[in-house]
């Protein structure tokens, strides 16, 4: 499958407003792949976005299952079927309305985790030592990262959203599952694993840079942690080489083990935020602004089964704030969000609060989640 780069041809002929991070911190609302095309969905985080702090929306171009949500020419996602599904009707005025109203807007893929096109391709589907596609507990088939069309088939995605207007493509599952039991046409090694990763980003980067748009990734939140990949091709000294933005989901749900000096992750919900910024910053050197965290917004499933409330929410936004990230987002699975934790718009905050304790090197094992 040759690299195509269509979403590149088709921007020849828009050229799209787009909104620079360099007047603003994005605080981010996730609009899911079904909430975007569901006008109740819209319209509560529309509103929020005019009576909040809340200045960017990241709208799924892709999900878990391998569909897109706006309809496109790319041939091999005509082939599978990607563009059965779509909920967005007309992804370039949608965008464009956002523009008007200076919002920033970001487009989020699924990228190896992709069902549909595994199903499609089962030669360059990830396998288990059996030599069977390797499905994971929701039996989802996972594309291999280091296929090379793999690599090109989410690149032409990529370039192809971006012609459409967005400011930032966001990629999730930029990764290898959580397992040892996969089998990927190579030995199953931390060099692999990281090479399979970089090689993606390299081509992502080429294909979308002359396009005026940032590169963000998402990593699991002890990847702020680890020297080592995680067992999933994450290092933050690869990721940060290519893309612009890093972005640890550090929902304190995630964090089965909490962190060095703070294992008891309810009861240290700002600490977990906080100091796990600040050691990723330290260790790879990315500067501050570069990191915008992925906050929780949603009932926690690992300890005490709470809900995430305005207490809740601040206190995360208070710890990436004070850290002095280049903004956040904030995630609930069905984009239901309400106002609460969030304050009116205000002017952007650029202070730092420096703490003195940093917590320890060390390595955290990671515990697959859904996300």
């Not at 992502?204 to 080592?228: E, F, H, Q, R």
């Not at 730092?352 to 940093?358: H, K, L, T, Y």
Request: charged share 25%.
């Amino acid at each position: 499958m040759a690299l195509t780069l269509l979403g590149a041809e088709d921007q020849s002929s828009f050229e799209p407003k787009r909104v620079s991070t360099l007047d603003m911190d994005p605080k981010v609302l996730y609009l899911s792949f079904w909430g975007a095309g569901s006008s109740r969905i819209k319209k509560r985080v529309d509103t929020l976005v005019e009576k909040t702090e809340i200045n960017a929306v990241v709208i799924d171009i892709k999900n878990e299952y391998g569909y897109l949500s706006y309809q496109g020419n790319i041939p091999e996602a005509k082939t599978i079927g990607a563009y059965r599904k779509k909920t967005i009707e007309d992804l370039r005025t949608l965008i464009q309305e956002y523009h008007d109203k200076g919002v920033y807007v970001i487009g989020r893929m699924v990228v190896f985790k992709d069902n549909l096109f595994a199903r499609a391709h089962p030669d360059s589907a990830l396998r288990n030592h059996k030599g069977i596609v390797w499905n994971n507990n929701e039996n989802l088939a996972w594309t291999n990262p280091a296929s090379p069309a793999v690599q090109n088939y989410n690149v032409d995605i990529a370039a192809e959203a971006a012609a459409m207007g967005f400011d930032e493509i966001n990629f999730d599952y930029i990764r290898f599952p959580a397992t040892k039991t996969i089998s990927f046409g190579m030995p199953n090694t931390e060099k692999n694993r990281v090479a399979a990763i970089e090689e993606f980003l390299s081509k992502a980067k080429i294909a979308l840079k002359p396009m005026g748009v940032l590169i963000s990734v998402d990593t699991y939140g002890y990847v702020c942690w680890n020297t080592n990949d995680t067992g999933i091709g994450q290092r933050l000294d690869v990721l940060g080489k290519y893309a612009d933005i890093i972005c640890p989901m550090l929902y304190p749900s995630g964090f089965h083990l909490g962190i060095p000096n703070y294992e008891k992750a309810m009861e240290n919900i700002y600490e977990i935020i906080y100091y796990s910024l600040e050691t990723a910053h330290i260790r790879s050197g990315i500067p501050r602004k570069r990191f915008r965290p992925w906050l929780q917004a949603f009932r926690d499933y690992s300890f005490d089964k709470r809900y995430f409330k305005a207490d809740e929410i601040r206190e995360q936004i208070s710890a990436a704030e004070n850290f002095g990230s280049g903004g956040w987002f904030l995630w609930h699975p069905g984009s239901y969000f309400v106002a609460d934790g969030l304050q009116a718009p205000q002017p952007e905050r650029t202070e730092v609060v420096s703490n003195n304790r940093i917590a320890p090197e060390t390595v955290l094992e990671l515990k697959e989640t859904t996300r």
